[in-house]
């Protein structure tokens, strides 16, 4: 059946004398000229306008748009239900006016289809709405239209049984007929359908039908179309989508709605030029909501799991090790390392650690708590522990003497990064910095996990666009996880790349992830080369992932000798080790 019609035209010369509308005011000349008057008044004084559909042309009140979306929906109803026959003379002879004036040209439209009352539902109908890819959902609140001498009959099947499942809804419409004082709706089920009619006494409710389905591709339309005014300076209409994009968000569900919220946050901050902090209580703040996004899925455990082992096989046979972490936080990483290491062959060796992180919003020393809390576990374990933690506003602040590096023929060591060497790639020079820095040591492994995702580009819709694909699979991931205070600040952590990544510019953005090709050259062309990780590895990183979800959804994958942990087809990050090339 024919649903799209051809583009509308303006008031056609061919009929001077039609009229616009549904019925002719017959009233006096005079009260007609006072109520045109009175409409040209309203258009100079803008009407209360709805924004986003001035934007897009359509002139609609605020006040009017529910009762516009109970028309739209009666509209399509009526087209839906028409034959094929009964839409060709849309699509040839009749004029559509502009339909710029919405409210308007929709009473004109449904005048014009009028069918009669329809007070059965033809079998046919129903089965071919239940064969439907539709999952519309009734959404009762501020979207209702009610009016007065309306009555509802609302044919449900058996949705109170138990074992119903609310997926096998396939297609809830709505009939009427302009004329008419009864409204018709069916929800139709995998199962049985009944007609429940309701006496006149009874509360009368119609309501606006919402295909979630529908609404999420406006929603990443909408996200689209903002991100781009943004880029091309069009903060007028960029405001203007972002104010809708919340009231899209509420009719999804699930990862989707949070997803749009927090990119719809942090596009507002951008139009408004509020930009996040960044202070030390939000390192402190991110500090601790990492701990929470550690707990709840597996992506930091497969982080510190993959880079130690490569640590661990570097170690082999040394008597003296020495660790530096350039991302120490809690020092959730090193307590498993330290356990292999009591547990090796010939006894552990004198492990010696050296945390780096910025300063605590309240001056204190957590570091070196972090340090104590460890130091009480290496006494348990009975492995030799030197510790020192050393604070730094940035890595590209370090030097290689402040870090007491001792002679390579006594004391190995090895450098390790997560999720901190994008962080440099806004500071000019500061990422050459530390790979020098890095060189200077001189380590028997170089170990470092970043997300796998291009964030650095130099268009901001690109790098929109990959965020959004990048962050939404990341929240998808994450709806598996049974509801708690871990997963809700799990969500935060992301929440706040977010909003960085999207709102801040220049050395503001420290959000700049980059793909392993892109680490893989910077590395190489600084003198690294690639160290495998080994089959060992991967082995037990996907024992690992079966503790989360039963590791359903979760998949680890080889590449270049490196490891990639993603959710389904997509990897999300990736840990490589790296030592000094032979010419270095």
């Known amino acids: 059946m024919k649903r799209d019609l051809h583009q509308f035209q303006g008031p056609d010369t061919r009929f001077p004398n039609h009229n616009h509308g549904t019925s002719a005011n017959t009233g006096s000349s005079s009260s007609s000229s006072k109520d045109k008057m009175m409409m040209v008044k309203e258009e100079e004084d803008g009407g209360n306008m709805d924004e986003l559909l ?222 996040p902090p960044r202070t030390q209580i939000d390192h402190s703040l991110s500090d601790t909501l990492q701990m929470h996004f550690y707990e709840t899925c597996p992506y930091l455990k497969f982080a510190h799991f993959t880079a130690n082992q490569a640590i661990l096989e570097a170690f082999e046979g040394k008597e003296r090790v020495h660790v530096i972490d350039f991302s120490m936080n809690q020092g959730l990483q090193w307590p498993a390392l330290m356990q292999a290491l009591a547990l090796r062959e010939g006894g552990p060796p004198v492990f010696r650690l050296t945390g780096i992180g910025p300063p605590a919003a309240d001056n204190s020393d957590h570091l070196h708590e972090v340090g104590c809390k460890l130091a009480q576990l290496a006494e348990a374990i009975h492995v030799k522990f030197e510790y020192r933690g050393f604070v730094a506003n940035s890595l590209a602040d370090l030097d290689a003497s402040m870090l007491e590096i001792r002679p390579s023929e006594t004391e190995a060591v090895a450098v390790n990064s997560v999720f901190e060497l994008h962080k440099l790639l806004g500071r000019p020079g500061g990422i050459e910095k530390v790979l020098g820095v890095v060189k200077q040591i001189k380590p028997v492994i170089f170990t470092v996990v970043e997300q796998e995702s291009s964030h650095n580009g130099p268009v901001f819709l690109d790098r929109f666009t990959e965020s959004l694909h990048y962050y939404s699979t990341l929240f998808d991931s994450l709806e598996g996880v049974p509801s708690s205070e871990d997963k809700v600040m799990s969500e935060v952590y992301l929440g706040k790349q977010i909003c960085n990544l999207v709102a801040c510019e220049g050395p503001d953005r420290v959000e700049r992830h980059e793909t392993l090709s892109q680490w893989a050259n910077r590395f190489g062309s600084s003198g690294f080369a690639p160290a495998h990780l080994g089959s060992n590895a991967f082995k037990q990183a996907s024992m690992l992932l079966a503790l989360f979800n039963g590791g359903e959804g979760y998949r680890v994958e080889e590449s270049n000798g490196c490891l990639m942990l993603g959710w389904h087809t997509r990897p999300l990050i990736t840990t490589s080790a790296w030592k000094l090339s032979a010419a270095h």
């Not at 609609?60 to 034959?83: C, D, F, I, W």
């Not at 559509?96 to 449904?110: A, I």
């Not at 960029?238 to 999804?252: M, N, R, T, W």
């Open 54 to 275: 001035a934007v897009l042309g359509y002139k609609v009140r605020s006040s009017e748009m529910a009762e516009v979306a109970l028309k739209l929906e009666q509209l399509e109803t009526m087209m839906g239900n028409v034959q094929e026959d009964g839409l060709s003379n849309l699509a040839t002879d009749t004029v559509h006016y502009n339909p710029s004036e919405l409210y308007s040209w929709l009473d004109n439209m449904l005048t014009e289809f009028n069918p009669p009352p329809q007070p059965e539902i033809n079998s046919s109908f129903l089965a071919g709405a239940a064969a439907s890819d539709y999952d519309l959902k009734a959404i009762p609140g501020n979207a209702i239209y009610a009016r007065s001498n309306q009555f509802t009959i609302d044919s449900s099947s058996s949705s109170n049984q138990p074992g119903d499942n609310n997926n096998n809804n396939k297609r809830l419409k709505s009939c009427s007929s302009p004329d008419s004082s009864t409204v018709i709706t069916t929800t139709t089920t995998t199962e049985s359908t009944r007609s429940v009619p309701l006496t006149s006494t009874e509360s009368t409710r119609s309501m606006v039908l919402v295909d979630s389905a529908e609404n999420g591709v406006r929603l990443v339309h909408a996200l689209m179309a903002c991100a781009e005014a943004v880029q091309n300076g069009d903060l007028s209409i960029a405001e203007a989508l972002v104010k809708q994009i919340g009231f899209l968000a509420v009719s999804q569900a699930g990862a989707m709605r949070k997803v749009a919220t927090y990119f719809a946050e942090a596009l507002a901050r951008r139009i408004y030029r509020l930009s």
